[in-house]
Nanobody, 125 residues
Framework: QLVESGGGLVQPGGSLILSCTPT????????MSWFRQAPGKEREGIAC????????YYSDAVKGRFTISRDNAINTVFLQMRSLQSEDTGVYYC????????????????????WGQGIQVTVSS
């Protein structure tokens, strides 16, 4: 199980931090990704981080505004979101993979075994 937290309602220009903690068998992964799905749109990969090295991926839509990080001591991955816009509204999912993240490969293109339940982020005034 992947436990997500931190979503909510924020005004445009605001910030939120999402967290994702894998438990049990889901803790054995190589890469963890964040995805989001906006209303009426397909799910998109937005960020990815490896558990053991510094490889990161960001989609063009979030590069420079979002930061993915991990704290292995508490087995948690964070997604810090800044300068949020209405286009960032959607359900955010974390997911773990037996594939490694690469700075050039959208995580939508490789398999993820375990998924979080999804957490709503709404950017609105």
């Amino acid at each position: 199980q992947l436990v997500e937290s931190g979503g909510g309602l924020v005004q445009p220009g605001g910030s939120l931090i999402l967290s994702c903690t894998p438990t049990g068998a889901t803790s054995d992964y190589f890469g963890m990704s964040w995805f989001r799905q906006a209303p009426g749109k397909e799910r998109e990969g937005i960020a990815c981080i490896n558990r053991e090295d510094g490889n990161l991926y960001y989609s063009d839509a979030v590069k420079g505004r979002f930061t993915i990080s991990r704290d292995n001591a508490i087995n948690t991955v964070f997604l810090q979101m800044r300068s949020l816009q209405s286009e960032d509204t959607g359900v955010y999912y974390c997911a773990t993979s037996r594939y490694y993240c690469s700075g050039y490969v959208d995580p939508i293109n490789f398999e993820h075994e375990f998924w979080g339940q999804g957490i709503q982020v709404t950017v609105s005034s």
